[in-house]
């Protein structure tokens, strides 16, 4: 692949660059329309905006000097709250339906009340979205960790009441992880409900955010996958999913890096049994190899991440029944998502990019 660029992956040109390298499987097919569900969507009410500027003005940090760099943007906010507007961009690109999920750093960054309140008025909102247009969106409820009792409750409402297809949670709340003993209501709550949890990723915590500061590191450029693969890996190794062994997660961007770790991680964990530093490093015994939960518990979708060779890799390591195709609207540009998605149905199997475009969101989610 030495001297082919990233742009050839990218859109229409994608087909003839991928099947020069080996990696094409349905040379010269004509694209057929295949239902399309996007699957990484964020979306935002307007109070979410008016409340997080009224906090950027009480703390001035570089993370919400990051964000107001967005929600100081009217069109950005019309983007993510306006679903006319978002309608008419899924029209043009012929997404047919998408999966509606609080954007990040979502409610997490307020008090537990004014979080625990605006998860809920998120979720009024798009349970009404789904009510007035029927068949073009799918919701993913918020809810507020720092509550952990109460956002149970809410995926209780959200999964029954409101006819949610799971949640999203995005990723640390005041530094702190899933693997805490604290959020085990709302692991219980996700797994009794059947609520896959879309775990999005979010800035760094206070405690590494510095490193990535400089450079504009900070946001989805690095910072986010970082801080997300950390938050997977922790919950893997704490034995979260020994403990709940269906709760089922999705991670955006092919998997926030981790699928290309994943070999690694068992050969370290395996040298320090070996080695019986279990005990000495305060690990946790699993009944399983790192691997294996990423492989049976997660999902990845393809949201920002427009490029074939990383769709083959994961393709090939968990198989065509866990990636899903989403877009990242508005932050990524549907024009890009649907021309690689079209890259995509030239160069893999039928029964496979239809698995991506459609039928695993189907069934995950429940969409019918």
């Excluded at 969507?41 to 009480?58: M, T, V, W």
């Excluded at 969106?137 to 507020?144: D, R």
């Excluded at 997300?228 to 034995?239: A, D, E, K, N, Q």
Aim: proline share 5%; aromatic share 10%.
């Amino acid at each position: 692949m030495s001297g082919i660029k990233r742009r050839d992956f990218v859109g229409g040109a994608a087909a003839a660059a991928l099947l020069a390298t080996g990696y094409g499987t349905r040379a010269n097919q004509a694209a057929v329309k295949v239902r399309t569900i996007a699957t990484e969507e964020a979306y935002a009410p307007q109070a979410y905006f008016e409340e997080f500027l009224k906090k950027a003005k009480r703390d001035d940090t570089m993370v919400t000097r990051y964000l107001k760099m967005y929600y100081e943007k009217p069109q950005v906010v019309k983007q993510l709250s306006n679903i006319e507007v978002r309608l008419a961009d899924m029209d043009q690109h012929g997404i047919d339906m998408q999966l509606l999920g609080m954007t990040a750093p979502g409610v997490q960054v307020f008090d537990a009340d004014l979080g625990t309140d605006l998860a809920a008025q998120t979720n009024d909102e798009i349970s009404a979205i789904m009510r007035r247009y029927p068949g073009r969106f799918a919701g993913l409820a918020a809810v507020a960790p720092q509550s952990p009792q109460r956002a149970a409750l809410e995926i209780e409402r959200a999964m029954g009441q409101l006819g949610f297809s799971g949640i999203i949670i995005n990723s640390h709340t005041n530094g702190e992880f899933l693997d805490h003993p604290k959020f085990e209501p709302i692991l219980q709550a996700a797994t009794q409900h059947q609520a896959p949890v879309y775990l999005h990723p979010t800035f760094p915590p206070d405690s590494m955010i510095n490193a990535y500061s400089d450079y504009g590191m900070m946001g989805a450029l690095w910072g986010f996958q970082a801080e997300c693969s950390l938050h997977v890996t922790r919950m893997i190794l704490s034995g979260v999913f020994d403990r709940y062994p269906g709760l089922t997660m999705v991670l955006g961007h092919m998997g926030e890096g981790l699928p290309y770790w994943l070999g690694r991680m068992d050969n370290r964990y395996q040298n320090i049994l070996r080695r019986g530093g279990l005990a000495p490093l305060g690990m946790t015994r699993l009944k399983r190899l790192p691997s294996d939960y990423f492989r049976s518990n997660f999902y990845v979708t393809t949201s920002g991440m427009n490029w074939l060779p990383p769709l083959q890799y994961c393709l090939d390591l968990l198989g065509p029944d866990r990636v899903m195709f989403a877009i990242d609207y508005p932050f990524e540009r549907t024009a890009d998502a649907t021309g690689f998605l079209k890259a995509a149905q030239e160069n893999i199997s039928a029964q496979a990019f239809a698995k991506i475009a459609h039928r695993n969101a189907e069934s995950l989610f429940k969409l019918g």
